[in-house]
């Protein structure tokens, strides 16, 4: 079964092309929200965790989002300790979960697949490209947020170009190309990849 990832900068569309892919009967893995799940469940990460952020980041075993958040958002080197714990978590739990499904082939939608190497553990991954600012816009929109909240959360975010240049196969969600036919096109591709 073909792993393919679907990647693409903050407000790209990626959710809205995974659930296109869903509705294929495709499975889909969704990293953003495992990762929150991970980090309540996975008991290895969360003595991880607690060893370098201190007890204070669970409650009754609950994940202490505020107190990790104000920690991270503060500071960009304890950012990236909390992601070299949480993303080899997340890549295993992924990849665990992708070998029970039965599709031809399955799609793990994630914001950060080549900035944290994950691609080597795909077969194909797929970008989404929207320009910055609509994906701006559409981001505003959604979290209800203004432009610098928005602009922070890209600083993390390798430039949109390599990543469309990184990527095996782009879908364009600029508003100049319909989605759903490019989708379409793509999954059958990938099943005939699959056979
Ligand atoms: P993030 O990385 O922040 O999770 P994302 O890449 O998953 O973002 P989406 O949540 O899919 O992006 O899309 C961002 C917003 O833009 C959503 O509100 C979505 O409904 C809207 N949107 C995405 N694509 C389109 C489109 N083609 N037409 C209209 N609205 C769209």
């Given at each position: 079964m073909l792993k393919i990832g679907l990647t693409g900068g903050i407000g790209s569309g990626k959710s809205t092309v995974a659930r296109l892919f869903e509705i294929h009967g495709i499975p889909v893995y969704y990293a953003d929200t495992a990762a929150k799940e991970i980090m309540s469940t996975d008991e290895v990460l969360q003595q991880q965790i607690i060893h370098h952020f201190g007890a204070n980041a669970y409650v009754n075993n609950n994940l202490n989002r505020k107190y990790l958040a104000d920690i991270v958002f503060k500071d960009k080197d304890k950012l990236a300790l909390l992601n070299s714990l949480v993303h080899p978590a997340t890549v295993r739990d992924a990849m665990r979960w992708m070998s029970r499904q039965t599709a031809p082939y399955t799609v793990k939608e994630a914001a950060l697949i080549f900035e944290s190497g994950s691609q080597a553990e795909l077969d194909y991954v797929i970008a989404v490209y929207a320009p910055k600012t609509l994906r701006i816009h559409r981001t505003m929109q959604r979290d209800r947020i203004d432009r610098e909240e928005v602009l922070k959360r890209m600083k993390n975010q390798i430039d949109e170009e390599i990543k469309m240049r990184l990527g095996d196969f782009v879908i364009y969600?600029?508003?100049?190309?319909?989605?759903i036919p490019q989708v379409n096109r793509l999954h059958e591709q990938l099943l005939e990849l699959a056979k």
């Amino acid at each position: 079964m073909l792993k393919i990832g679907l990647t693409g900068g903050i407000g790209s569309g990626k959710s809205t092309v995974a659930r296109l892919f869903e509705i294929h009967g495709i499975p889909v893995y969704y990293a953003d929200t495992a990762a929150k799940e991970i980090m309540s469940t996975d008991e290895v990460l969360q003595q991880q965790i607690i060893h370098h952020f201190g007890a204070n980041a669970y409650v009754n075993n609950n994940l202490n989002r505020k107190y990790l958040a104000d920690i991270v958002f503060k500071d960009k080197d304890k950012l990236a300790l909390l992601n070299s714990l949480v993303h080899p978590a997340t890549v295993r739990d992924a990849m665990r979960w992708m070998s029970r499904q039965t599709a031809p082939y399955t799609v793990k939608e994630a914001a950060l697949i080549f900035e944290s190497g994950s691609q080597a553990e795909l077969d194909y991954v797929i970008a989404v490209y929207a320009p910055k600012t609509l994906r701006i816009h559409r981001t505003m929109q959604r979290d209800r947020i203004d432009r610098e909240e928005v602009l922070k959360r890209m600083k993390n975010q390798i430039d949109e170009e390599i990543k469309m240049r990184l990527g095996d196969f782009v879908i364009y969600n600029d508003e100049q190309q319909l989605l759903i036919p490019q989708v379409n096109r793509l999954h059958e591709q990938l099943l005939e990849l699959a056979k």
